[in-house]
């Protein structure tokens, strides 16, 4: 029997990032990394900040998500993320001057902002960073 | 009566601002399907979150959310009015900023408080000038129109309606149903209603990481982050159909204008003629 497959859709409000057949994920959960391979057990699950890696016929695609949702039953998985970006087409500079406006907002500790915001928008700026470095 | 030369004149002016007129619809038309465009983009994901949503709300009990829970009394609403920062969009605003008239006229009958969100120069312009008390304002937002725009929108609304400010939300806005026809609406954005899943999925046993509570309270200001975004979307969609049908028509008045104006000019042109011809005629019967 060949090996099953997992339909996989990761939807942003913008566009379909990725539709088709994996052989398995990696996505970071809210307690930490999770792996799904396919016949998992029905899940709801929140994602943060991190990098998912999809396993498709032995080859392995990062992607960079800001948080969202995963449903995942066993033979698909729906990932509702506000942003996600395969590596290769993460915008280095974009992501770079994130950074720094989330570093100086940080750094000058006025009361006006949004120190909450300020923090998240950091992590992902990172983050975008850290999975581009990866490719 | 008018002279050839004026009428030359008047002829060119209306051709000109035929030409306008033109140009303005096709750039409308253009607007109004990259605006299609991108409606289409945001459903997989708005319909996707909305099921989700249904689905971890079935497993709660919404009065424990703060979103999701109906007050006891309404004694203050907001309405978010949409509308266009520009004019030359036919009834699209006259039509928008009635109907929120009408509702904000309504709740204040039933003696409860209105406060008004404008989205857009025209709305606010409205409002701001009459007795209304206009909150916070957005405007110019639609040249560059993003998805920052509605987040912020939100955030201000629920972080107001969580502090208590408001008992309940409404949006007011256009939606395009096609490229002739609008429909308003007139929806409640807070308390926000889960919807319902339907039998099948009721069936599965999801397990759920965080547990359902905190789940949701995620859930919750995504789906109205998206609800905003498509409320922003369909209005600016709505605004540049009506821009169309009214450049449209007013190209069409042009025309009828400049067939009219030929038509007169030829006839002034040809009594001139005639006038002449009799002239030249009588004076040489005079000479015989």
């Known amino acids: 029997m060949a090996a099953k497959k997992l339909h996989l859709d990761v939807i942003t409000p913008f566009e379909k990032v990725f539709s088709g057949e994996i052989d398995g994920i990696m996505a970071p959960g809210h307690e930490g990394y999770f792996g799904v391979l396919p016949g998992h057990a029905p899940m709801m699950m929140q994602l943060s900040i991190g990098e998912m890696k999809l396993k498709v016929d032995n080859k392995d695609y990062l992607y960079a998500t800001s948080g969202g949702f995963a449903e995942i039953l066993p033979d698909k998985i729906t990932i509702l993320a506000e942003a996600a970006e395969s590596a290769d087409k993460i915008d280095i500079e974009r992501a770079t001057r994130a950074r720094e406006r989330a570093e100086q907002r940080l750094a000058r500790k006025s009361e006006d902002i949004d120190l909450d915001r300020a923090r998240m928008a950091l992590a992902r700026a990172l983050n975008r960073l850290k999975v581009a470095s990866r490719r | ?288």
């Open chain 2, 1 to 288: 009566m008018a002279t050839l030369r004026d009428i030359k004149r008047r002829i060119t002016s209306v051709k000109k601002t035929q030409q306008i007129t033109k140009a303005m619809k096709m750039v409308a038309a253009a607007k109004l399907r990259k605006a299609q465009e991108r409606i289409n983009q945001t459903r997989p994901y708005a319909e996707s979150l909305g099921d989700v949503l249904a689905r971890v709300a079935a497993n709660v009990d919404s009065d424990l959310n703060p979103y999701l829970k109906k007050p006891d009394t309404v004694e203050s609403v907001c309405l978010v009015v949409i509308t266009s920062d520009r004019g030359l969009c036919g009834s699209f605003n006259t039509n928008i900023i009635r109907t929120a008239r009408q509702e904000a006229d309504r709740l204040r009958a039933e003696g409860k408080t209105v406060k008004i969100v404008a989205v857009g120069r025209k709305g606010y312009e409205y409002f701001h000038r009459r007795d209304f008390d206009v909150v916070a304002k957005y405007i110019n937002i639609f040249r560059d129109l993003n998805y920052e725009h509605a987040k912020e929108i939100a955030r201000l609304v629920v972080r107001a309606y969580l502090e208590g400010e408001y008992d309940q939300v409404n949006l007011v806005f256009t939606a395009a149903v096609s490229a002739i026809k609008a429909d308003l609406h007139n929806m409640v954005y807070l308390p926000l209603s889960a919807g319902h899943s339907d039998e099948q999925q009721h069936d599965t046993d999801y397990l759920f990481e965080p547990e359902p509570e905190v789940l949701l309270r995620e859930l919750c200001p995504k789906n109205l982050n998206i609800q905003m975004w498509r409320a922003l979307l369909d209005s600016y969609a709505a605004e540049e159909s009506a821009r169309m049908v009214a450049m449209e028509s007013a190209t069409d008045n042009a025309q009828e204008m400049i067939e009219g104006l030929t038509l007169h000019y030829n006839k002034v042109r040809q009594a001139a003629i005639t006038t002449e011809i009799s002239e030249i005629v009588g004076g040489a019967e005079a000479l015989k």
